[in-house]
Every structure is written in structure tokens, then in C-alpha cells.
């Protein structure tokens, strides 16, 4: 039985409206047009149903009802993702999680929080403020972006370089299976026994389970935080100044970095005071006791002097650091207000090859006439270059995903790979292939199977079919 003759829709709908409130269940597209795709607009489907469950049980009682007719289930939670990730399955449903949103409990004595997956991000630090704690995970979409998504995602932001990616900054997550069964995976304990179940899952971008509740580590809130800004003539200089501070042990809170297009098009819309006349910008950040944090300043600045800045300063109160950031977290808003689309990329390389890579991607952009707006983590080597162009002008969209996927192609041959946190979804699943070999990949397909041996959770994305690789390596000549 094929998913698009398990049920009729209408049938479907009235079945779902028997779960949770009728006014939670879309099946007019109209209605349905906001959930066709996520951050990566380029990619759009319509989904035949949406449904909104209110708690964990009407979770459990929807996946039920699709696992027991064949139908493929779409978890999605704010959008916000870049991978296309959420993008709904034509003959499907998706399942948003926007309304589990309660903040369950926050442990002072444990620094814990325990929150449903449609709570923000940026809403448990400002919920554990009042306690002196906060949630370290920033990603620059962390006003909207939801923990579950975070989780699904393994997301990061511009903190992650000295505390980590969304995974080590979990301490349990509950999830539904395809089944409809409720599974508790880590705990409260530092360590659990059995395989790692709770890392495995997370970065799974809903292919292995949906996530419920989420339980994350908190930190102190640090006693002081100031921000080194620095301005280059090049893009080789800023380049080397982060590998010098990292080689000399320096692990900032955060090390960012913007090529001249992006400092221009933050600038103009945050007025940051950043200077525009740098090829390269450095936002480096460090946090800490006041002792440790002039130390360290003394020490990045030292770093910073040693590869001739056009320019240096040092954020001298709050509210200064607060808006030299909120340069770099607009970035993305802001180039897209000097073109009609962009398409943001995410791939990481060592360190060491910042530069070069920035500098082919620069041959790259000439190739195919499109200009490239760089705004990245610097320090843990994940990029972001955001492909400038125009939808509206026919073979557009075909040109920036062929660029796209070169950019891809580049990362894992330097060394690197071809995501970061922005998760492989249908975006970057041609790219699968260069990453990863054809027992890899099958090993993958049969952790999967081993979850959900129908296929039905968030089918075609993350892992491609074995027969796609193969008819991709020979596509490419059998480079990869």
C-alpha cells in the first residue's frame, strides 16, 4: 500500500479532528501556505494536511494514526531552519509543535531547564535570568528558533566555540517514536548507562523521532563580557589572525567573522559602528571573571595588533557590546535588503584553510557572476556565505544551487564537510555522496530502519537512497 492510497485526506482530516480541536487541523492550502516550506524558501511544497497538537498525548495519538495507515509524518517547529528540512511531503501531514510551548521547570540548585520543544530559545536565558543563569546555544535566529528545531538540528550560533553545539549542552530529551511510544533518552545524571542514544538523536532532523521535551544545561551568568572589534584589509589577514589566536590557546566565548559586502549591509541597518572601509571584520568575544577577562583581552588584542588592523576597538560598556552583536545577528536580514533573495549556505573546514577557502569561493562567485556576502564562526571554521541573486530572473535558482553545491564540494575536499548545524535535509542530500561513502551510507539507512522501518518520518531527507549516490559519483566522474 502506497502512503497516498493508505487514506483518503478528507478521512484523514476528520480523524485528526478526533486528536485535538478541529480548528487545530488545516486542510484548506490557503490556510496551509505558511507551513510549504522553511528559511529556504527556494524549495516549496504544499502540504495536504496540518494538524497542531496541544500536549504530549495528542502527539502520541497523531503519530499513531499516521503510522497505522502508511502515512508520512513532518515534524516542524518554527521555520527557521535552512535546509529545508521542514518541508512537507505531498502526501503527508506535518505535525507543528508551536503550541507545546511551557517552560516545565528550571532548576537553580541542578542549572537545568526543562522546557517543551515550541519554547524559544532566546525565552529560557531570559526565563533564567532572574536565577544568575542563562542557555548558551545562540543561534542568530534565537528570537524565534525553538529548542525542538535546536535539537533536530544540532544547532549552534555564535557562542558555540567555547560551549558547544546544542548536544553538549543537553541533559535529557523525551520523543515520540514513529509508533506513538514515549521514550526518555539521558536523564539528570552526567552519564547514563548504554549507548548514546540522546547524541545520536540529536542532529536527526526528525527521521528518528519527534521531540517533546527537552531538558538543557545551564550556565552562570558571566561576571563581565566585552568585545574586540577589528577591521582588515584583507580577507588572508583576518583569516590569519584566528588561527594565531587559537594556536596560542586563546578559546574566546565567540569569534565571528564578515567579509566587506556583509559589514556594509549590517552597518546601514544596525549602525554598529562597524568600519566599512575593512575587507574583513573580527568580532571576538570573551567572557568571564574580570581578572580572566582582561587577561584575555590583553592577550586577543596582542593577536589582533600582530596582523596590522586598519582598525580596533573594544566594547566599553553593555549596551555597546549588545549592539557591535546585534551587527553580526542582523547580518543575514540585512543582506537581504541590498538583493531580492539570497541563499545561505553552511559548510565547515579546518581552520587553517579560512582563507584559501574564502578566496576560492571569491573565484567561485566570479564564475558564475553572482556576488557572495561572507558572515561566519570563524573560530570553529563554519561558514555561512550568503549567495546573492534574483528569483524572478529565469535559471537563477538552478545557477545559485549549482554554486551552492561547488561551495559544498570545496569545504569537504579541504578537509571539512558539508554542514555545520543547518542540517543536510533535502538541500544539501546531492552533496551526501562527496561526504560519505556507500557502507557509511547504508549503515545510516539501517540506523533508520532500525527507528522507522516504514520510512514515514520525514521521508527523503538527510540520507539519500544508495542508488542516488551512485548515480551521483558518476555524474561527477567518480571525483568523490
Not at 529545508?84 to 501531514?93: C, E, F, I
Not at 503550541?99 to 536565558?125: C, K, M
Not at 550568503?386 to 570545496?410: N, Q, S, Y
Not at 527507528?451 to 549516490?469: H, I, R, S, W
Amino acid at each position: 500500500m502506497t502512503p497516498e492510497s493508505a487514506i483518503d485526506p478528507g478521512r484523514l482530516a476528520e480523524a485528526l479532528r478526533g486528536i485535538v480541536e478541529p480548528r487545530f487541523v488545516i486542510a484548506d492550502s490557503e490556510t496551509a501556505k505558511p507551513y510549504e516550506c522553511d528559511g529556504l524558501a527556494i524549495i516549496r511544497q504544499p502540504p495536504m494536511l496540518v494538524v497542531l497538537p496541544g500536549s504530549v498525548g495528542e502527539v502520541q495519538a497523531v503519530a499513531r494514526l499516521c503510522h497505522r495507515h502508511g502515512v508520512p509524518l513532518v515534524a516542524r517547529g518554527a521555520g527557521t531552519g535552512l535546509s529545508a528540512g521542514a518541508t512537507p511531503h505531498p502526501h503527508g501531514v506535518v505535525m507543528s509543535l508551536a503550541r507545546l510551548d511551557r517552560i516545565q521547570e528550571i532548576d537553580s540548585a541542578a542549572r537545568t531547564a526543562r522546557v517543551q520543544p515550541g519554547v524559544t530559545n532566546l525565552a529560557i536565558s531570559q526565563a533564567a535570568k532572574p536565577l544568575g543563569l542563562y542557555y548558551a546555544p545562540d543561534p542568530s535566529s534565537q528570537i524565534a528558533c525553538t529548542i525542538g528545531g535546536n535539537v533536530a538540528e544540532n544547532s549552534g550560533g555564535v557562542h558555540c566555540l567555547k560551549y558547544g553545539l546544542t548536544v553538549h549542552n543537553l541533559m535529557a530529551v523525551e520523543l515520540v517514536t514513529v509508533e506513538g511510544t514515549l521514550l526518555r533518552l539521558g536523564g539528570r545524571g552526567l552519564d547514563c548507562a548504554g549507548y548514546d542514544m540522546m547524541a545520536l538523536l540529536t542532529g536527526s532532523e526528525g527521521l528518528l523521532g519527534i521531540v517533546v521535551e527537552v531538558t538543557v544545561k545551564l550556565l552562570p551568568l558571566p561576571e563581565i563580557a566585552q568585545v574586540v572589534v577589528a577591521g582588515y584589509a584583507s580577507l588572508r589577514q583576518a583569516g590569519d589572525a584566528v588561527q594565531q589566536m587559537i594556536a596560542e590557546g586563546i578559546i574566546p566565548a565567540g569569534l565571528e567573522m564578515m567579509d566587506g559586502l556583509a559589514i556594509r549591509a549590517a552597518e546601514d541597518f544596525a549602525h554598529a559602528g562597524y568600519p566599512t572601509e575593512a575587507a574583513a571584520l573580527l568580532l571576538c568575544e570573551v567572557d568571564g571573571s574580570v581578572e580572566e577577562v582582561a587577561d584575555q583581552l590583553a592577550r586577543v588584542e596582542a593577536v589582533m595588533r600582530r596582523n596590522d588592523p586598519l582598525s580596533l576597538r573594544v566594547s566599553s560598556c553593555e549596551a555597546e557590546r549588545l549592539l557591535l552583536w546585534k551587527g553580526r545577528k542582523s547580518a543575514f536580514p540585512a543582506v537581504g535588503r541590498i538583493s531580492p533573495d539570497y541563499y545561505c549556505m553552511d559548510g565547515t573546514i579546518p581552520r587553517r584553510q579560512l582563507s584559501n577557502v574564502l578566496e576560492r569561493i571569491a573565484v567561485l562567485s566570479a564564475e558564475y557572476g553572482l556576488a557572495v556576502a561572507n558572515v561566519f564562526h570563524a573560530g570553529d571554521g563554519n561558514l555561512h556565505p550568503l549567495i546573492l541573486f534574483d528569483a524572478g530572473k529565469p535559471g537563477e535558482v538552478e545557477k545559485v544551487e549549482a554554486f551552492g553545491g561547488r561551495i559544498l564540494e570545496l569545504c569537504v575536499e579541504v578537509g571539512g564537510c558539508i554542514t555545520g548545524e543547518h542540517g543536510v535535509g533535502l538541500e544539501k542530500i546531492r552533496q551526501m555522496p562527496i561526504q560519505f561513502g556507500d557502507d557509511e551510507i547504508i549503515q545510516f539507512h539501517a540506523i533508520k530502519a532500525a527507528f522507522d522501518p516504514g520510512g514515514t518520518l520525514n521521508p527523503g531527507k538527510g540520507v539519500p537512497l544508495l542508488k542516488q549516490c551512485q548515480e551521483y559519483r558518476a555524474l561527477r566522474g567518480g571525483r568523490f
